[in-house]
C-alpha cells in the first residue's frame, strides 16, 4: 500500500490515486485524479480498467459560490408539480445518510459531451472555472443536462461526511490542490465491486499509489486537532 505522502505528489503530477473506501460503507476503491490535470487519456483509463461512474466532485464551498444545488433539493422543490418525486427520496442509502449527487453538466463548446475529450473538456475547464474564482460565468460556460455527474463535498469535509467525495476532495486540500477532484469506482466484471486486493493488484502492476480512506482521515485529523 502507498504512503499519503506518495498519493498526494501523484495527485500533484496529475497521476491516478486508488483509493479504497471500507469493508462497512461501500467497500469499493475508487480512481482519483485531480480535475486540474484530467486528460481525456484519464477519462478514458477509467472508462476502460475502472467501469464505474465518472463523477467530479467540488467543495462545499466552491459549490456554495456557484450555486450548485444538491440534487435531492431540486427534486424535492420539484415535488408538487411532479407528485411522484417524493416516494423517489434516498432516505433509505444503506451505509449513508445523504447522497452527495448534484446536477449533471456539459461544457458548451463539447458536441455530444460523452466523448473521452468532451468529458475531459468538461470536468477541465470546471476545474478552471473554480481556480480563477469565475463563479458568475458558469450558467454561461455550462449545459445541464450533461454528462458529467457533480458532486457536492460536505461543509467540513471529513468532520461531517466520510464517503469518497469527502475523501478525495480532503487529499486534494492536502496536496495543496483546488478542491475539483475527479473519481470512478472500479467495477470488476462478476458485476460487483472490484476487491480491495485486485485493486491493489492493479495499483502495483500499474505503479500507482494505492492507499485506504482511514489512512487519509487519520492525517486529516492530524493536521486539524
Not at 20 to 41: I, N, Q, Y
Not at 68 to 82: G, H, K, Y
Request: contains cysteine; aromatic residues 6%; proline residues 6%.
Amino acid at each position: 500500500m502507498g504512503s499519503l505522502d506518495e498519493a498526494l505528489a501523484a495527485l500533484r503530477e496529475g497521476r491516478i490515486v486508488l483509493v479504497f473506501d471500507r469493508d462497512d460503507r461501500e467497500g469499493e476503491t475508487d480512481m482519483l485524479v485531480s480535475s486540474l490535470h484530467v486528460t481525456p487519456a484519464h477519462v478514458r483509463t477509467m472508462r476502460r480498467d475502472a467501469g464505474g461512474l465518472i463523477c467530479t466532485a467540488l467543495g462545499h464551498e466552491e459549490c456554495k459560490a456557484i450555486g450548485i444545488p444538491f440534487m435531492t433539493d431540486v427534486l424535492s422543490e420539484a415535488s408538487q408539480r411532479f407528485p411522484v418525486l417524493p416516494s423517489l427520496s434516498p432516505h433509505d442509502i444503506p451505509y449513508d445518510e445523504r447522497s452527495s449527487f448534484s446536477i449533471t453538466v456539459n461544457h458548451r463548446k463539447t458536441f455530444t459531451g460523452i466523448t473521452d475529450d468532451d468529458r475531459a473538456l468538461t470536468i477541465k475547464e470546471l476545474a478552471a472555472l473554480v481556480v480563477d474564482r469565475r463563479f458568475a460565468e458558469f450558467g454561461s460556460l455550462f449545459r445541464s443536462p450533461g454528462h458529467v455527474p457533480l458532486l457536492r463535498g460536505a461543509d467540513g469535509l471529513l468532520d461531517v461526511r466520510q464517503g469518497h467525495t469527502e475523501i478525495t476532495l480532503a487529499m486534494a486540500d492536502m496536496a495543496g490542490l483546488p478542491q475539483v477532484t475527479t473519481i470512478c469506482e472500479m467495477m470488476a466484471d462478476t458485476g460487483k465491486a472490484v476487491p480491495p486486493s485486485e485493486a491493489q493488484g492493479y495499483a502495483e502492476r500499474h505503479r500507482l499509489p494505492f492507499i485506504s480512506c482511514d489512512e487519509i482521515m487519520d492525517a486529516w485529523r492530524e493536521e486539524r486537532p
